[in-house]
């Protein structure tokens, strides 16, 4: 067979070093133990990147894919905190990245009549890698329901509420579960939100909301105060962004902990 010339190892004379050079957009499945100790099959979006010293031209691309696939047709958690360490060799990488993002399903009974639908939630897994020590973030996307403080106090009748979303993400000592990151978030927000509400369940929720009006600034304190009793969360960043139904913006608030990055 001809040698096929190899472009990407080919000095390169800018003397730029690169971050982060990789593949994005890559759908993949994947296995997600949930707390029932059941196997939760989803499909996510991989991005998978390393550094690139300064005197090479290119990386090799379909390596990043080659080592996805070598795991088999299925992702499990332990199988992801594997690839950064395996790009760097396949690469002769310095540092590697990895972000996986998938859908998560949780089966929720409705408040009152216990009627169950699926609520998702968008989780995010982020890996980088040196040859020295690995560092492991976990984000959640958490929909929630808020309602203002300030419209209750002043008005006569009822108050504006939206819904909205809090982005937690956090590193942690021991393996944490999704579930309870997202339980954590919903039990600060005026009323989690669910995929099947019968009219009891309705009015439980709108009564809940209005019992607990919350701004974004309590929510991402609420959020902080309960992670840092957590003494498994060793770093979090929590963002609350509220979609107002009474104004053409949103509202915002993040709390950040300081420290914990490996």
């Known amino acids: 067979m001809q040698e096929l010339k190899d472009t990407q190892n080919e000095p390169d004379d800018r003397n730029l070093p690169i971050d982060r ?67 760097l060799e396949r690469l002769d990488a310095e540092k590697a990245h990895i972000v996986i993002d998938f859908p998560f399903f949780l089966s929720k009974p409705a408040p009152e009549t216990g009627e169950r639908g699926l609520m998702d939630y968008q989780v995010r897994f982020e890996i980088d890698a040196t040859r020295e020590e690995i560092d492991f973030v976990v984000t959640v996307e958490v929909p929630v329901t808020t309602l203002c403080p300030c419209s209750k106090a002043i008005s006569a009748r009822g108050a504006h509420n939206q819904r909205g979303v809090v982005t937690f993400a956090v590193r942690f000592e021991k393996p944490i579960w999704i579930e309870d990151l997202v339980q954590l978030v919903e039990s600060c927000a005026s009323s989690e939100l669910y995929s099947l509400l019968k009219r009891p369940d309705e009015k439980a929720v709108t009564e809940r909301a209005y019992d607990n009006p919350v701004f974004v600034e309590d929510l991402v304190r609420d959020v902080a105060a309960k992670s840092d009793a957590q003494p498994d969360i060793r770093w979090y960043r929590v963002e609350a962004e509220n979609f107002e139904s009474i104004h053409n913006h949103n509202a915002y608030a993040m709390i950040e902990k300081k420290g914990g990055v490996c």
């Open 21 to 87: 050079v990789g593949v994005k957009a890559l759908r993949f499945p994947v296995e997600i133990k949930d707390k029932a100790n059941a196997v939760q099959g989803t499909v996510a979006t991989v991005a998978m990147a390393v550094d690139l010293p300064h005197q090479y031209k290119g990386t090799h691309m379909s390596r990043f894919v080659e080592v996805l696939n070598a795991h088999g047709p299925q992702l499990g958690v332990r199988d992801m905190s594997a690839i950064p360490g395996e790009l």
